[in-house]
């Protein structure tokens, strides 16, 4: 039984040494990163265009990021021998109490590492501040010479100190009918707004004002807009925001998150002119900052957008994804209120339905209670969009199908082919919120990857594994990867799910699926 616990303390002393080198490793990757920022500055400061000034040189943040770079070089050559120093004591240790010392020595050495990798990401972020946005998209570099955005790439280096100016704000808010009719013209398909809350203008009715046909032209004439709100869609397809936009009686900034499109694709500059605020989801820091430039402009009486969900909803069972906490955060820390909003189009459809519904205030909720009444309450709307919108399934056509999974997740790659796409993004483009309380089967299976199948324990691992390979299959996220700058159709030359003819209008009199 002692040797059983040494020999499992050992594993443990093990794991922390390599948890260890783990960190000193990212840490390095981290380091070599600034390095080649660094080192684009003093090509920038020695090039005869002087594209970045010489002031940036005689900053505290230039200074101080080209010492601690210098600290790192002689630290990683220490922790380089300190590391392989404790697995040599782990083969020479004889008792409990040597481990332990170990142990200590790992933790310590973590602890060590986890300092110095945030001094560095401290002068990384001093350093970016003292560039402006302009410096910093002339840093970029660009070996494919692929289209850019030089312009609009300064979003995703301006903070929220210097996002939009006053003048800004005001200058959007008067070119709001040019905007909407100019998104009018470009968009594929009309848009039609089913239902615009009364309290949405500012708590007064149709009648109230005067009488008109429908709620969409008192809107138009009112443009009452004495206050902002926190507009939170569902998120499916291609031009939801450009139906937004026109639906609105006011200016809003949209919360956007794709870097790809921002830097290559020339249509984002009109959702600049219509209002944008870049978050980059992949950097905490640039997470915090986003929830502070929306509070910004819901302090200026701007509204924002937020598409909570992270990602299109790319299920097929679900009229939500989960959602994230930003908007109850933004209601707590502004007051203003969150309106749940459905948007609903099909493949072949030239319209676009746009629902508002009641602006909902948080005040008893917590943060769980809250995200799900908003997930609520755009899904009721949702659903009863699809109920009078869609045309139904029958159990007949799906028994037709090949594999009705696959053709979905097809449908789905050309809602996101609408965009030109110049890089394997998805990773960040098809990030969604993960429940901590939940997991999922095919987390689980994922988890026997590389579990070898023995005679002993086929019975168990066999159909699991077999459920593994249906999952790879339909993995989105890989599925994207593999075709999104491929041709589709030469892919699958036999799928005619590629031209839609289940959605003809004869489909409409077919029964619905039960």
């Given at each position: 039984m002692v040797e059983e616990a040494y020999a499992q303390r050992e594993l443990e002393v093990i794991d922390s040494?390599?948890?260890?080198?783990?960190?000193?490793?990212?840490?390095?990757?981290?380091?070599?990163?600034?390095?080649?920022?660094?080192?684009?500055?003093?090509?920038?400061?020695?090039?005869?265009?002087?594209?970045?000034?010489?002031?940036?040189?005689?900053?505290?943040?230039?200074?101080?990021?080209?010492s601690i770079l210098q600290n790192n070089s002689q630290f990683f050559c220490e922790y380089a021998k300190t590391v392989e120093a404790l697995y040599n004591e782990v083969l020479c240790a004889k008792t409990f109490d040597d481990l332990d010392k170990i142990s200590r020595s790992a933790e310590a050495g973590s602890y060590m590492v986890k300092e110095a990798?945030?001094?560095?990401?401290?002068?990384?972020?001093?350093?970016?501040?003292?560039?402006?946005?302009?410096?910093?998209?002339?840093?970029?570099?660009?070996?494919?010479?692929?289209?850019?955005?030089?312009?609009?790439?300064?979003?995703?280096?301006?903070?929220?100190?210097?996002?939009?100016?006053?003048?800004?704000?005001?200058?959007?808010?008067?070119?709001?009918?040019?905007?909407?009719?100019?998104?009018?013209?470009?968009?594929?398909?009309?848009?039609?707004?089913?239902?615009?809350?009364?309290?949405?203008?500012?708590?007064?009715?149709?009648?109230?004002?005067?009488?008109?046909?429908?709620?969409?032209?008192?809107?138009?004439?009112?443009?009452?807009?004495?206050?902002?709100?926190?507009?939170?869609?569902?998120?499916l397809f291609d031009e939801e925001s450009n139906s937004l936009s026109i639906s609105l009686d006011r200016a809003v900034f949209y919360l956007v998150g794709s870097t790809d499109q921002i830097d290559h694709n020339p249509v984002l500059n009109f959702l600049w002119l219509s209002g944008l605020a870049y978050v980059n989801r992949q950097d905490s820091e640039s997470r915090k900052d986003s929830v502070r430039k929306m509070e910004k402009l819901l302090n200026s009486k701007i509204s924002v957008v937020e598409y909570i969900e992270g990602r299109y909803n790319n299920t097929e069972n679900k009229l939500t994804e989960e959602m994230f906490y930003s908007a109850y955060e933004l209601w707590e820390r502004t007051g203003k209120k969150v309106v749940p909003v459905a948007t609903h189009t099909t493949m072949d459809a030239d319209t676009v339905y746009v629902c508002f519904g009641k602006p909902l205030d948080f005040t008893g909720l917590n943060k769980y209670e809250a995200r799900d009444l908003v997930r609520e309450k755009v899904s009721e709307m949702h659903y009863e969009q699809i109920r009078q919108h869609s045309i139904p399934l029958t159990r007949e056509y799906l028994d037709s199908r090949k594999d009705y999974h696959f053709d979905y997740m097809i449908q789905r790659r050309q809602e996101y082919c609408h965009h030109p796409w110049y890089d394997d993004v998805w990773d960040e483009e098809l990030t969604g919120f993960i429940r901590k309380d939940v997991t999922l089967p095919e987390e689980v299976r994922a988890s026997f990857d590389k579990v070898k199948i023995t005679p002993a324990n086929a019975y168990i691992l066999a159909p699991i594994l077999l459920r593994r390979e249906q999952d790879k299959k339909y993995d989105f996220k890989q599925f994207m990867k593999n075709t999104y700058d491929k041709d589709i159709r030469a892919l699958y030359p036999d799928n005619d799910i590629l031209d839609y003819e289940y959605q003809k209008d004869s489909g409409k009199s077919k029964k619905a699926v039960t």
């Open positions: 040494i390599m948890a260890l080198d783990n960190e000193l490793q990212e840490f390095k990757r981290i380091d070599k990163e600034l390095r080649a920022f660094i080192e684009k500055i003093d090509e920038k400061l020695q090039s005869s265009k002087r594209v970045i000034k010489k002031r940036v040189k005689k900053t505290s943040a230039y200074q101080l990021t080209k990798e945030d001094n560095t990401q401290v002068a990384y972020r001093a350093i970016k501040k003292v560039l402006t946005p302009a410096e910093m998209v002339s840093l970029e570099e660009n070996p494919r010479n692929l289209p850019f955005n030089k312009n609009l790439a300064r979003v995703k280096y301006s903070t929220s100190e210097n996002f939009v100016t006053r003048q800004g704000l005001i200058l959007r808010s008067l070119f709001l009918g040019v905007m909407q009719n100019a998104l009018k013209s470009a968009s594929r398909r009309k848009t039609v707004i089913e239902e615009y809350h009364p309290e949405l203008l500012d708590g007064k009715t149709p009648e109230e004002i005067e009488h008109t046909d429908t709620l969409v032209e008192v809107k138009k004439i009112t443009h009452l807009h004495d206050d902002a709100y926190i507009f939170v869609p569902n998120h």
